[in-house]
């Protein structure tokens, strides 16, 4: 598949590290470094637009070494960029650490995955199909 993409910033075009990515990382596109205080967030721009096609989203997720090293994650991860958005891919980092931590420009910051989804129609009923699990929920499955 291919997809339109707008790069206004400097940064290099997102890409796939491996062969067996599913993400490709977000870079931020910054003017000067951003200092998070712990528990500080920030609306982190990457310069970056797209042209989704229909029934396709741009899933907007944490970076697994970000969050296990420095306490970075994403708050509303996974975020989504609907097919019908034109404006900039922003992200909405936070620290979740003790310490300040800075967030230089162009340092990956996010991971994006491209998913397949599909709208719905509701049909109101009065009964669900029952099913082994039925209404078990919160570790109704226990341990195995």
Not at 4 to 13: F, K, M, T, V
Not at 68 to 87: A, C, E, F, Q, W
Request: hydrophobic share 35%.
């Amino acid at each position: 598949m291919t997809i339109r993409i707008i790069n206004r910033s400097s940064n290099p075009l997102p890409k796939y590290e491996t062969n067996g990515s599913a993400g490709m990382d977000l870079r931020a596109w910054l003017d000067a470094p951003v200092t998070l205080p712990s528990l500080g967030r920030a609306l982190i721009p990457t310069g970056l637009h797209i042209e989704l096609p229909n029934g396709f989203e741009a899933q907007i997720r944490a970076r697994s070494g970000l969050a296990i090293k420095r306490g970075l994650t994403m708050l509303n991860s996974p975020g989504t960029v609907d097919s019908d958005y034109r404006g900039e891919i922003k992200c909405i980092v936070i620290n979740l650490s003790d310490e300040p931590q800075t967030i230089e420009p162009g340092e990956r910051i996010a991971q994006m995955v491209i998913a397949r989804y599909e709208q719905i129609d509701w049909q109101e009923v009065e009964v669900l199909e029952e099913t082994e699990r039925s209404s078990g929920g919160f570790g109704s499955t226990g341990k195995h």
